[in-house]
């Protein structure tokens, strides 16, 4: 009886122990994490507040004209000729010869630039034509998932991984050359005679098949969207100039209404202060939308 009653004590007192031992250790540990939890706040405030400012710069340097190269410099320098007597590049001029012969002479300064086994023409040629026979699909909506996957793909599938490395690399190192020279492309793709520089194969209708598909299909869109602002505005401006014409020749196959499209150009490009032919752009821009409003 004496063992059981010192037994009972002894219970007794290493459970008052255990208890009270666990209260301060749990008191310790929920202090210790509160402090945790509150140095983590703390630093999270602090990355908050560097992310504000440099957001805050970012829309600074966006929305604030950028020291870049002027179009005259660019082409003067590709060319050869002094700046500010370049030919011109607007789309009135019959014919296309002249943007012709300054695409030549804009893919000689890319392989003199970036030597390699494939002249940057041949290798554009050869895109443009794998593009041509295989275009996208463009009614998503009769799509299935892995259809749409392969076409959010679609221009992986048909340039392939080294040809879109080369031109990811011109892209980033000549956006200013780019940029100059693309009116020039616009109008020898538009004319459809001189097959120097665009192959024969890609129509009008491929052509405005491609602005549909990045104006008005999901992968299209998506697309777009993976592209710095530079070169999305500038694709989207392009596809709308091309649907453009495609609407007043009445080949718009898909009927794709283009005014959205304009409005939103219109004042991304106002915003944007990187493009060397902005204004350009803005007056043709306001030209199409007050044909749509008639």
Avoid at 181 to 194: A, I, N, Q
Avoid at 195 to 218: D, K, M, Q
Avoid at 273 to 289: F, P, R, S
Wanted: charged content about 25%.
């Amino acid at each position: 009886m004496k063992r059981v009653v010192i037994s009972l004590i002894v219970i007794t007192v290493l459970a008052t122990a255990f208890y009270y031992s666990g209260k301060k250790v749990f008191h310790w540990n929920r202090s210790s994490v509160q402090d945790a939890v509150e140095k983590e706040q703390e630093r999270w405030m602090v990355d908050v507040e560097k992310l504000k400012v440099e957001v805050k710069d970012l829309q600074k340097e966006l929305y604030t004209e950028t020291k870049m190269e002027t179009h005259e410099q660019k082409v003067s320098e590709i060319l050869g000729t002094p700046e500010g007597m370049t030919p011109p590049t607007g789309t009135d001029t019959p014919g296309c010869l002249d943007s012709e012969k300054r695409l030549i002479s804009f893919f000689d300064y890319l392989n003199k630039k970036y030597p390699a086994e494939m002249t940057p023409l041949d290798r554009f040629q050869k895109a443009l034509s794998r593009l041509a026979v295989t275009p996208p699909e463009i009614m998503e909506k009769d799509l299935d998932t892995l259809a749409l996957f392969r076409n959010i793909a679609h221009l992986y599938r048909a340039i392939g991984a080294t040809d879109l490395r080369v031109f990811k690399q011109i892209l980033e190192q000549e956006p200013d050359a780019v940029e100059a020279f693309l009116p020039d492309l616009y109008k020898v793709m538009m004319d459809g005679t001189c097959t120097r520089i665009v192959p024969a194969g890609c129509t009008h209708e491929v052509s405005a098949h491609y602005a549909t598909f990045f104006l008005n299909t999901l992968a299209g869109r998506s697309y777009l969207l993976r592209r710095t602002s530079r070169y999305r505005i500038l694709a989207s401006y392009y596809a709308v100039r091309v649907l453009h014409q495609a609407d007043l020749s009445g080949s718009n196959l898909y009927g794709v209404d283009i005014l959205p499209a304009v409005k939103i150009l219109q004042s991304d490009i106002a915003l944007y202060k990187g493009l060397a032919q902005q204004k350009e752009y803005l007056a043709t821009l306001e030209k199409i939308h007050q044909h749509y409003r008639r």
